[in-house]
Each structure stands twice: as structure tokens, then as C-alpha cells.
């Protein structure tokens, strides 16, 4: 695994949660990661992510809610997650796109975050 993702659990509605994705263990440093969820029955969606210029992207529905951040010394990213509803309930994976390959990316195993109403 080149990816290790944590930080999930079990909260209630309007808590939060921070979670770390971290890419140290990649020999090379990560300009554009990302994270994505995925809830039962579904497809996997995007969240946010940066891109290899910095640029942040987050989808309609955690915009305002969620924060995409990264420790460019640690080759790590963060997704801080407030006033969390049960529709966020998913397993939440980050990835790094290859910098020499930039249709490839690495994906770390998902956390579970699970959302009581």
C-alpha cells in the first residue's frame, strides 16, 4: 500500500472529523492528490483535490463544509470535514497522481466514515 488514509470513524450529524492521507512512503514528492468516497450501492464520486498547480476543486455537496489542505514536507493531505450530515456516510480513499505518468494515480485503501442521524 503507497497510500495510507485514516482518520475515519463513527460521529453524529454536525460533528466533524479530520482526515490524513499520507504518501511519504512515495519516492517522489505529490503535487495533485484527492479524495473520493464511496457509499454502499454507489459509484465512487470526488470530494476535493488539489491540482498539480494548487488549485482546489470540491464537489457541490461538502463545498462550504469540507477543506482540502497538505503538508508538502510530509507528502501528506488532510481533509477537514465539519457539520457532517448521514449522506456523507462512505468509505473515503485518496489518491496522488504520478507526476511522470500523469494518467496514473495511487490510491490508498479508504477509511470508513460513518455518519449517525
Known amino acids: 500500500v503507497q497510500l495510507q488514509a485514516s482518520g475515519g470513524g463513527l460521529v453524529q450529524t454536525g460533528e466533524s472529523l479530520r482526515l490524513s492521507c499520507d504518501a511519504s512512503s512515495l519516492l517522489f514528492s505529490v503535487r495533485a492528490m484527492g479524495w473520493y468516497r464511496q457509499a454502499p450501492g454507489k459509484e465512487r464520486e470526488l470530494v476535493a483535490r488539489?491540482?498539480?498547480?494548487?488549485?482546489?476543486d470540491y464537489s457541490d455537496s461538502v463545498r462550504g463544509r469540507f477543506t482540502i489542505s497538505r503538508d508538502n514536507a510530509k507528502n501528506s493531505a488532510y481533509l477537514q470535514m465539519n457539520s457532517l450530515k448521514p449522506e456523507d456516510t462512505a468509505v473515503y480513499y485518496c489518491n496522488a497522481q504520478d507526476p511522470f505518468e500523469p494518467s496514473h494515480y495511487y490510491w490508498g485503501q479508504g477509511t470508513l466514515v460513518t455518519v449517525s442521524s
Open positions: 488539489f491540482s498539480s498547480g494548487g488549485i482546489t
